[in-house]
């Protein structure tokens, strides 16, 4: 959808003004004539509640189709995410009424709200499209045109550019998510890292070889069944004044399809498990946030990048295979691989860096949608202000976290009769005895371990900036974390 700024809403275009609580009005829409609005208003039972959107008849003399009232709630605070939700609301509600053109009128309001309602269009018109013929592109909303009307265009543009490249960030996100897992491989992927170079980002793409030489036992284990070259790749955006300063890390998981090897999944939903590089998703879409608005801080993403499939070749569960660190896993259970990926990426990200922080995210268990429902995404860490400020994050993202526990006493669930540990744990707990197993790959670096099983896709729309498919979930989050406290 194209989105653009003017002073004047557009000729024939449906025109959206606010209305909030209280019978309180927007200058646009006291313009229209306050005391005819609030009248048909009243009729629609309307009060201004955020989020919601009535469509009435253009008042006698307006030269738009139709006119739609958003409601803004208390509109002498109307930013964040209220104003997200109005944005992304009003998109919803106006997107297959026929018309093809919107115009939000924020005459009167601040170039940064402008941003932020450009910001809410941009992620809540997100469609994966691609793989549409002609005639289902034809039932493609029929809104194609936003036009956010503000007093100073240029002044809402210079406030909109971080805000674009986290959206851009959060869309790649989403986008390589919802792709199929014949055309987003291993070697594929790494190829389309390759090409942010041009944002700024440093980009190493180690392969099988190499690993093998370098001892990613682990990682290498998850792949040997697939045709597909295991690849490992790193990412730097070093936008640091101080070239040295201490960078910090984001580890993903990119399982680019998840057949659980010998120990394979039942058929019924299999293909879900495309998304099983979520993790990395957020990480790649993350550093291209970063990079796409100068961000003063020095990144590091190390995504693991495999495909765990069933083959003569593949590991067996009872291997024994020595990671990264030196410790020897036993693979019990070869559908365990999320947490064989990041033992390795792990070692070698705290190894090589020495972060100031180390975050990981993965779609690691199905145990954690059992524990959280689809709504949050678990926080296992062993440093309480690093959660503390990351779940805070958050918060004013639109992205819910719940911290979970580590009790030292379930370490004895993966504990090994033949070697240091085992891969899995057992039913009770599922979730934390994988966040346990991944401790053992962490030192002294602040960590966090994300299981986003729960939240790396949607089926539905739960909230309005967020459509189905891939979410994109926690590009937002860590942005808002490194911007607002590590950043020089
Ligand atoms: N990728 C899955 C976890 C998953 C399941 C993510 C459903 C998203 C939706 C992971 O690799 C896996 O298979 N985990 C197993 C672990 C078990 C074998 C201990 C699981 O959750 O069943
Ligand atoms: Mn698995
Ligand atoms: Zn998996």
Redesign the pocket.
């Known amino acids: 959808m194209l989105i653009q700024w003017a002073q004047a809403p557009a000729a024939n275009s449906v025109l959206a003004v606010i209305a909030g609580e209280t019978d309180t009005f927007s200058p646009a829409a006291k313009k229209l004539g306050e005391d005819a609005l609030k009248a048909s208003l009243k009729l629609y039972n309307f009060t201004g509640t955020a989020g919601k959107n009535q469509l009435v008849p253009a008042p006698e003399g307006v030269a738009h189709p139709a006119v739609v009232v958003a409601g803004g709630g208390n509109l002498t605070t109307l930013e964040g995410l209220r104003l997200e939700s109005l944005a992304g609301s009003l998109y919803h509600a106006v997107k297959t009424s026929g018309f093809d053109h919107l115009s939000l009128d924020l005459t009167g309001f601040t170039a940064a709200q402008a941003a932020t309602a450009r910001y809410a269009l941009t992620l809540a018109s997100y469609r994966f499209d691609k793989y549409f013929g002609p005639a289902k592109q034809d039932k493609a909303p029929a809104l194609k045109t936003v036009t956010i009307v503000t007093d100073n265009p240029s002044a809402a543009e210079a406030a909109f550019a971080p805000l674009k490249a986290v959206a851009d960030g959060v869309i790649l996100a989403r986008n390589l998510v919802s792709e199929p897992p014949n055309v987003l491989y291993p070697q594929a992927y790494a190829d389309l890292i390759r090409g942010y170079e041009n944002l700024g980002l440093k980009v190493e793409i180690l392969g099988e070889e190499e690993l093998k030489s370098l001892g990613f036992n682990a990682l290498i284990g998850v792949g040997q069944g697939s045709e597909r070259e295991t690849k490992l790749v790193v990412m730097q955006w070093n936008g640091a004044d101080d070239p040295h300063a201490q960078p910090v890390a984001l580890v993903g ?1 990119g ?1 680019t399809f ?1 057949t ?1 090897g010998i ?1 394979i ?1 039942s058929a019924e ?1 299999m293909e ?2 495309k ?2 590089m ?1 993790g990395s998703a957020t990480v790649v879409g993350t550093l291209v946030a970063l990079a796409g608005r100068k961000a003063k801080v020095n990144a590091v993403g190390v995504v693991g990048l495999v495909e ?1 499939m069933p083959d003569g070749n593949a590991q067996r569960p009872g291997d024994v295979v020595k990671a990264l660190s030196g410790t020897t896993i036993e693979v019990i ?1 070869t ?5 064989l990926v990041l033992a390795d990426a792990l070692w070698y990200t705290q190894e090589r860096f020495k972060p100031q922080f180390m975050i990981d995210l ?8 059992i524990a959280l429902g689809m709504d949050y995404a678990g926080v296992f860490s062993n440093n309480d202000e690093l959660s503390e400020k990351l779940i805070e994050a958050a918060k004013g993202e639109n992205e819910n976290l719940w911290r979970m526990p580590l009790p030292t006493q379930y370490e004895k669930q993966i504990d090994s009769k033949i070697a240091d540990i085992r ?4 039913r009770p707990a ?1 979730s934390i ?2 966040a346990l197993f991944l401790q053992r790959f962490v030192n002294n670096v602040p960590w966090v371990h994300l299981d986003i ?2 939240t ?2 949607t089926n539905e729309q739960r909230i309005p900036t967020v459509p189905e498919g891939g979410t994109g979930f926690g590009v937002r989050t860590l942005n808002a974390l490194i911007r607002d406290h590590y950043e020089a």
């Open positions: 998981k399982v998840d659980g120990s999944k939903g879900d498990m998304w099983d979520g765990n259970n559908d365990a691989e999320g947490r993965a779609t690691l268990t199905g145990a954690m949608i891969n899995i744990g057992g599922g005895t994988a099983a729960p790396a896709w």
